[in-house]
C-alpha cells in the first residue's frame, strides 16, 4: 500500500468513526440541527485538543506530521477501541509490517501435522485455519458439513471474504447473514492496516466492490478486530436451527495464521453429532 492509499484508507475510516459517533456520546450539546450523523470534525478536533484545521487535514488524508500523542487524543476522542487505535496508528504513522518475507502470492501455507491434529480433534467444533489474506488453507469435517467442502473449491478462490460474498451457501446458511460478515470484514479490515505495504489488499477490495454491490458500503462501516467473539445463528438445510460462538485464535509462526473455531451449544453439538454420523457416507456438499 503506498503512502497516498494508506492515507487515503486512514480517512475513511476516521469519517465513518466521527459519523457513528453521537453528540451525546461525546458528551456534547445537542440543540442545534444537523445535516449529517455524528460529530463535526469542529468538534472532534475540540475534544481532542488539536487545531480544527490540523484534524481537517489528517481526515482529509493529507501528508501532515503527526505523533503518537496527538493520536492518543484523537483515538479518545472518536472513542475507538483498542483494535480500532491500533488500525488507526498502523495507518496514520505507517507502522505496518513489511511484507517482504511473505508474499501472498506464494502457495498455499503448509498446515503442520499438529496443527492438522489439533483440528481434526475438534471433532464437532466447526474449525478453519486461514492467512493474512483470509484465505482458507485448512479445516476440519465438521467445518465442511457446517459450510461446504472447501476442497471443491480451487485454492485460488478459497478466501473467506469472497466466499461470503458469492457463495449462496453463506448467504442461506446465516439468520444473520450482515452479523457473520461484519465480523470476517472486522478481522479482514486488522490485517488491512497491519500490512500497510502490501498492495494485494487495495487490489483484492477493488475487486469486491466491483463484483458485489453491497460490499462497498459494509467495507466502510465495519468496524476493527484482531480476534472478534461472535454469536452466530445457522439454519443448516438437514440440521435445522444451529447456535455457535466464533472465537479465533492467532497460529504464531512465519504464515501469520488464524485459527476460527466454531463452538456449538449443547443442543447444536448434538445434531451435528447425528447429522455426521447419518451422512458419513456422503459428501458434506450434498447437506445442502
Same mark, same amino acid.
Given at each position: ?9 486512514? /480517512?475513511? #475510516?476516521?469519517?465513518? !468513526? ?7 456520546? %461525546? ?14 470534525? &469542529?468538534?472532534? %478536533? !475540540? ?8 484534524? $481537517? ?15 492518543? =487524543?484523537?483515538? %479518545?476522542?472518536?472513542?475507538? $477501541? +483498542?483494535? &480500532? ?18 508474499? $501472498? ?19 464437532? =467444533? ?7 489474506? =483470509? ?15 472447501? @476442497? ?15 457463495? *449462496? ?19 479482514? *479490515?486488522?490485517?488491512?492496516? !497491519? ?14 466492490? !466491483? *463484483?458485489?454491490?453491497? #460490499? ?5 462501516? /465495519? ?9 452466530? &445463528?445457522?439454519?443448516? +438445510? ?6 455457535? @460462538? ?7 509462526? @512465519?504464515?501469520?495464521?488464524? =485459527? ?6 449443547? *443442543? ?18 450434498? $447437506?445442502?
Amino acid at each position: 500500500m503506498n503512502s497516498q492509499t494508506r492515507l487515503q484508507a486512514l /480517512s475513511v #475510516f476516521l469519517k465513518a !468513526q466521527r459519523a457513528k459517533l453521537s453528540p451525546e456520546a %461525546a458528551g456534547l450539546p445537542t440543540g442545534m440541527r444537523r445535516r449529517t450523523p455524528g460529530l463535526r470534525r &469542529e468538534e472532534v %478536533a !475540540q475534544l481532542a485538543g488539536v487545531s480544527t484545521t490540523w484534524y $481537517t487535514w489528517l481526515e482529509q488524508g493529507r501528508d501532515i506530521k503527526v505523533s503518537s500523542s496527538v493520536l492518543d =487524543c484523537v483515538a %479518545a476522542a472518536l472513542q475507538l $477501541t +483498542a483494535d &480500532e487505535r491500533k488500525y488507526v496508528f498502523s495507518l496514520a504513522l505507517d507502522t505496518g509490517q513489511s511484507t517482504l518475507s511473505y508474499p $501472498t502470492r506464494q502457495a498455499a501455507p503448509l498446515m503442520t501435522p499438529s496443527l492438522e491434529k489439533i483440528i481434526t480433534e475438534l471433532r464437532y =467444533c466447526p474449525a478453519i485455519i486461514s492467512d493474512r489474506t =483470509c484465505r482458507i488453507v485448512g479445516w476440519n469435517v465438521a467445518a465442511a458439513y457446517v459450510f461446504l467442502d472447501f @476442497e471443491l473449491i480451487p485454492w485460488e478462490e478459497r478466501n473467506m471474504i469472497s466466499l461470503l460474498f458469492s457463495r *449462496r451457501e453463506f448467504k442461506r446458511l446465516a439468520v444473520n447473514w450482515e452479523h457473520f460478515a461484519n465480523g470476517y470484514l472486522a478481522m479482514f *479490515r486488522s490485517y488491512y492496516g !497491519q500490512y500497510v505495504e502490501d498492495e494485494w489488499y487495495e487490489q483484492f477490495l477493488e475487486e469486491m466492490k !466491483q *463484483r458485489h454491490p453491497a #460490499f462497498e458500503q459494509m467495507w466502510e462501516q /465495519s468496524r476493527v478486530s484482531y480476534a472478534p467473539d461472535v454469536h452466530l &445463528e445457522f439454519r443448516h +438445510a438437514r440440521a435445522g436451527k444451529m447456535v455457535f @460462538e466464533l472465537t479465533s485464535l492467532q497460529v504464531y509462526g @512465519e504464515h501469520d495464521l488464524r =485459527c476460527s473455531i466454531y463452538t456449538p451449544d449443547a *443442543r447444536t453439538e448434538e445434531k451435528l453429532q447425528k447429522l455426521m454420523n447419518d451422512q458419513g457416507n456422503m459428501s458434506a456438499d450434498e $447437506t445442502f
